[in-house]
């Protein structure tokens, strides 16, 4: 089981890179959401990188949500 887990974590992780170089940061925030109701915690750098780059494209309200 722990080496699904972690499968899981490196694909979400990939994902969520794939989206943030695509600009395409609704399905990146998207991910994070459906990550977080699967009891998956994303670690602080997923999450602050996903911030920077809302931040960077004026969307700060939502970064802050």
């Keep these: ?3 699904s887990l972690q499968s899981s974590k490196l694909t979400m992780l990939k ?3 794939t989206y ?3 600009k395409i940061l609704e399905k990146a925030a998207d991910l ?3 990550v977080e109701r699967s009891n ?3 670690n602080s750098f997923t999450c ?3 911030m ?3 931040c960077k494209d ?3 309200e939502e970064a802050m949500t």
């Design 58 to 60: 004026g969307r700060v």
């Design 40 to 42: 998956c915690e994303p």
């Design 20 to 22: 943030r170089e695509e």
């Design 1 to 3: 089981m722990a080496s």
């Design 32 to 34: 994070l959401v459906e």
């Design 52 to 54: 920077d780059d809302l």
């Design 48 to 50: 602050c990188i996903l």
């Design 15 to 17: 994902k969520m890179s």
